[in-house]
């Protein structure tokens, strides 16, 4: 590679977005540090510890990011496949072979370290829905397409739920967005967002409440459109199908979930309230964020932090150690800094000559606002509890490396964007 | 692709519609919200407090009359309760499984993460059993405090009481009290509780999530250690206040002895009382119950609370009077033909003596004297009618303290019955004059005084005109602090040189053989006093004596008041005399000592019929010899008795 390649490489990539990364790490960094902070033993650069060895981590994963950057654009989308296929047998192979971490089987131990595969498929599979729809173009409207789509993103889907990780089979409902900005109906996106209501609707209120209202609501859409009887008749429809879920998602919630899922969404929607239970973290870690206050109690003097009141603070509930510790300042910075960072990649995206590359790019973006918010929202008790990290700010090299290589493979294709791929 | 673009605004917005909701939530619980704050706190703050010892309360001598006595709380924190053996436990404190699921829930409801009382007060024992299995019981823990302890048993009513606070307790005091804080309820307690509690100690904890305490918040910048109440020296003196109770067993009744100099109560006995350690610890509210129901109100604190007619005990203060106001001198003779007309009733006396003077109208307690005094004061030239002079009168007793509080240092005084010339003219009209109210001139009608007041007038006439208001607690502290108002002198206004003649009677009423009270003579020790027998509207006539000794510089002013024991010579004037000699001589003198052993045994509670009393002389023959003058004694009652009916009637 020549210099002036190398120049005119470096001044494409979108160095803001690469500042917003590492100032998301460093955040990261310095409230893991925070959560596991021992007064008696306070030595930073302590690599045994967890900050130590998440400092390695971020070193590593800026490394790996950097040596990314230097793979030509192609590669990714030639390899697609391969990515796709081999994360499917990984997917697999742990099935068969995985260690159980709290009653998932989600890892694959290799010596001491551990792979999780369903990290590497959310890239797997947005690196195959990218070239699917860079190859055939299709725009979504007849059934094979979507039907095409559905299975690139069901497979791992349908695998990661039987390991059973639910928190990482909902993150493959990001790829609703870029479907839909490839041309999905928002129909589609409509009914998704209907589904997600009803199902908590099911929880808060009663059938004998949810079925008149529904039905209500379809009356008004009738009486809106009661010159169109086409409309009509797919409202009635709707209506019918929608109170058909209600019974479905009652069927599989009894039958299907398990005791402690179960328990999980109940307290999440206020219907049972059992501190010491499972929705003693949920509990612990919203007394944190709300006892922040505006401005925080300040680092390292964060009481619930420091004397370990919220379980797996350094993972899942970092974001309560942000809370807790920088108040609803620290926490506005943290979720703006998030904003920042997708609307620029979605802006990124759209900025593409290459479909590949913009598919890509709100893939990436997608996976990480709903990392975001569904973990962001399970530690203010608005979502349930579901194990899924907040993306470069939760402790794990796992997960840390996998949104690394996420964004960064997006930043190579971003710096190559005038190139054809 | 053109019109696809535009979709980026719908994911764009949907991000940032979600975003902000997660930033509203968070608004609400960091900004608005105080729950999540004050729920922080609350899991990591732990207050442990250390309860203060109570003052030890010294008697004159220096010995110690309460002290404390080591208890032990058993303490409960619910959230770190894991399965044990509950029967085990159960047994060990002494309860059940049914209690134990009771006091547990309780618990709970107050706290579940920080302590709360399980069982109160364990005794030393209990607790060395249940520290050896204290690790078996994983959130229970022991907390040490103390509660009173009096190792004589005596003064129940002059100490009061310390109970736990009630609901009410902690609302008065503003928060100062917390729950499980003790208060005095009654008597000195009550009074010096602000300098007998002493001051609560408190550690601010920080407690991680396993309960394992990380320290003292901020450096203990908010903690302070328990400071335990004030030293205080009282002025009783134990050994006279012991006998006194013993002496008083069985009978209903009050004893107060006062040191004149000083003002300084020497024995307060309250009669029926009760042993003051049975109102501490566990059983506290159970014994009290049962003092509560017993006869005779041991509750009551009769030294300053019973009203009694001061009778016969009352003449001192007329011949005082007389000879301030001039309209008598001490050589000054009335004829006593057995008694007195006022106006068309007669007041009799117990005796035909003919000729009488000041002296032996004292020492004789002379009806007739008495009334001739009264008389002449009332119609005194100077005064434009009666109502002016007996106004001029009532405020020369007022300032003997009768119808007045002392302000003892002691909750619950009362005044007692002094009525104003305003208060006779409603009564009786307009038209009254002294023969309406001729009665006072011996001590009957419409006067009422407490044994305290009854005592405190000896103290005037052993101080020769004045008096320091009496009380209970000597001194305040390492620093002996004694209050400004127990160094004042109270004159009564009258002039030293009158009380000579007065003393002199009195010493005659208990030295002379004619005297009333000459079978309490004390061998070697010149009492001064004066018997009283005072009308029981509902029974027995209430003995009464009131003296002082010796009779030169006085140390001892007494009054002794024994309900339904008949005339004063009998009951009261013993009593007196034995405390008095104990007191002054720290011992009784040979053979008075059987008659102490004797006067301990009687029993004069109301229900007892009466010819126990009359026993009374047989058992020691020097008692029977002495007691013979004093025989006339119970007819006089009944003379005041008529005198009283037949005033009411007419
Ligand atoms: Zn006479």
Redesign the interface.
């Known amino acids: 590679m020549s210099n002036t390649q190398s120049n005119r490489f470096f001044f494409n990539v979108d160095w803001i977005t690469v500042l917003i990364y590492m100032a998301l790490c460093t955040i990261g960094f310095v409230n893991i540090y925070a959560s596991i902070y021992n007064p008696e033993k306070s030595d930073l650069f302590n690599f045994g510890s967890n900050y130590g060895k998440q400092l390695i981590y971020i070193i590593l994963g800026l490394i790996l990011g950097l040596s990314i950057l230097l793979l030509d654009a192609k590669f990714f989308s030639v390899f697609s496949p391969i990515v796709y296929g081999l994360t499917l047998l990984l997917l697999l192979a742990v099935l068969v072979i995985g260690r159980k971490v709290a009653g998932n089987q989600a890892w694959i131990a290799i010596g001491s370290f551990r792979l999780q595969p369903s990290e590497l498929a959310k890239f797997g599979t947005a690196l195959l829905l990218s070239r699917y729809v860079a190859t055939f173009n299709p725009k979504f409207k007849d059934f094979k397409s979507i039907m095409f789509a559905g299975l690139i993103v069901g497979l791992p889907l349908l695998f990661i739920m039987l390991q059973p990780d639910t928190g990482s089979a909902l993150v493959f409902l990001s790829f609703m967005f870029p479907l839909y900005r490839e041309g999905l109906s928002g129909y589609f996106l409509v009914i998704f967002l209907g589904l997600i209501v009803l199902f908590i609707a099911h929880f808060l209120l009663p059938l004998y409440i949810t079925i008149p209202a529904i039905i209500l609501v379809g009356c008004f859409f009738i009486y809106q459109n009661k010159r169109k009887q086409k409309m009509m008749f797919s409202i009635t429809i709707a209506t019918i199908l929608a109170i058909c879920y209600l019974f479905m998602v009652k069927l599989i919630y009894n039958k299907v979930l398990e005791p402690h899922q179960r328990t999980r969404i109940e307290i999440m929607l206020g219907l049972k309230t059992d501190p010491k239970g499972a929705g003693y973290n949920v509990n612990q870690s919203m007394i944190a964020i709300g006892s922040g206050q505006a401005l925080g109690r300040g680092f390292l003097l964060g009481t619930q932090t420091k004397y370990g009141y919220v379980p797996a603070q350094s993972t899942d509930f970092i974001f309560s150690t942000i809370g807790e510790e920088w108040g609803f300042a620290g926490c506005t910075v943290v979720i703006g800094l998030y904003v920042f960072l997708l609307l620029r990649v979605i802006n990124l995206a759209e900025r593409q000559r290459s479909t590949f590359s913009r598919v890509y790019g709100y893939c990436v973006a997608s996976i990480i606002f709903f990392h975001v918010f569904i973990n962001i929202g399970m530690t203010i008790g608005i979502i349930p509890v579901i194990g899924i990290p907040l993306p470069f700010i939760s402790y794990g090299g796992s997960s840390l490396w996998s949104f690394t290589v996420l964004l960064f493979i997006f930043l190579k294709l971003d710096s190559n964007r005038m190139g054809f791929i | 692709m053109d019109n ?2 535009n ?2 605004y ?3 917005g949907l ?2 519609i ?2 902000l ?3 509203g ?3 609400y ?3 608005v ?5 004050l ?3 609350s ?3 732990r207050k442990i407090y250390t309860f203060p010892a109570r003052g030890v309360i010294f008697d004159r001598k220096g010995r110690v009359l309460v002290q404390n006595e080591p208890v032990y709380d058993l303490m409960v924190i619910p ?1 770190q309760v894991k399965e044990f053996d509950t029967l085990d436990l159960c047994n060990t404190i002494g309860i059940d499984t049914a209690g134990f699921r009771k006091r547990f829930h309780k618990a709970v409801v107050q706290s579940r993460y920080q302590p709360s009382t399980f069982e109160k007060q364990l005794s030393v024992q209990t607790y060395a059993a249940l520290q050896e299995k204290l690790s078996n019981f994983p959130g229970f823990l022991v907390q040490g405090r103390t509660v009173r302890h009096y190792p004589d048993s005596v003064a129940g009513q002059f100490f009061g009481y310390v109970k736990e606070v009630s609901p009410k307790d902690i609302e008065d005091s503003e928060g100062y009290y917390r729950p499980g804080d003790y208060i005095g309820k009654s008597g000195v307690e009550k009074q010096y509780n602000d300098i007998l509690r002493g001051e609560r100690g408190v550690k601010n904890m ?5 309960n394992v305490p ?1 320290g003292s918040y901020q450096e203990g910048k908010f903690d302070t250690l328990a400071r335990s109440g004030e030293k205080v020296v009282s002025s009783l003196d134990m050994e006279i206040q012991k006998l006194g109770e013993q002496l008083m067993q069985n009978k209903v009744g009050s004893i107060v002895a006062i040191e004149p100099a000083t003002g300084e109560v020497l024995a307060f006995v309250s009669s029926p009382g009760y042993d003051p350690n049975r109102m501490v610890g566990r059983q506290q509210g159970n014994n009290y119950m049962d003092i509560f129901g017993q006869a005779n109100r041991p509750f009551l604190v009769r030294p300053i609370s019973g009203y009694y007619s001061p009778g016969s005990s009352f003449k001192p203060l007329d011949a005082l009077i007389g000879l301030q106001e001039g309209v008598i001198t001490p050589d000054m003779t009335f004829n006593c033909p057995g008694g007195y007309w006022a106006g068309n009733h007669f007041v009799r006396c117990e005796h035909v003596d003919g000729t009488i003077s000041l002296r032996r109208g004292l020492a004789r307690s002379c009806n007739t004297y008495a009334c001739y005094v009264f008389q002449k004061l009332m119609t005194q030239t100077r005064f434009k009618n009666q109502k002016l002079a007996y106004d001029e009168w009532e405020s020369k007793v007022r300032k003997f303290g009768i119808g007045q509080k002392l302000d003892i240092d002691m909750p619950y005084e009362r005044k007692g019955i002094l009525f104003t010339s305003d208060e006779y003219t409603k009564r009786f009209g307009k038209y009254w004059r002294y023969t309406t109210v001729i009665s006072l001139a011996i001590g009957q009608g419409e006067m009422s005084a407490t044994p305290l007041q009854m005592a405190n007038i000896m103290a005037i006439i052993a101080n020769k005109g004045y008096y320091i208001k009496p009380h209970l607690i000597k001194s305040i502290g390492d620093k002996k602090i004694i209050k400004k108002d127990y160094v004042q002198k109270n004159y009564v206004d009258i002039d030293a040189a009158h009380f000579e003649p007065v003393i002199d009677g009195m010493q005659d009423a208990v030295n002379s053989p004619w005297g009333t009270a000459n079978a309490s003579r004390i061998p070697n020790v010149l009492m001064c006093g004066k018997t009283g027998t005072v009308q029981n509207p509902h029974g027995k006539n209430h003995s009464v004596f009131i003296g002082f000794a010796p009779r030169d510089n006085p140390k001892i002013a007494i009054a002794v008041v024994v309900e339904n024991a008949g005339y004063g010579g009998a009951y009261a004037a013993p009593i007196a005399s034995y405390l008095t000699e104990k007191y002054l001589t720290g011992n009784i003198s040979g053979g008075r000592m059987a008659q102490v052993e004797w006067m301990k045994k009687q029993s004069v509670l109301p229900e007892v019929p009466k010819p126990k009393i009359k026993l009374a002389p047989k058992t020691t023959d020097s008692v029977a010899k002495e007691a013979a003058p004093t025989a006339a004694d119970p007819k006089k009652n009944t003379a005041a008795n008529h005198l009283k009916s037949g005033e009411t009637t007419k």
């Open positions: 696809l673009f979709r980026k719908t994911v764009q991000f940032l979600v975003c909701i997660l930033v939530k968070l608004f619980m960091q900004i919200s105080d729950k999540y704050f729920l922080s706190n899991n990591v703050l959230n920080l407690y991680d999530a396993r990380q």
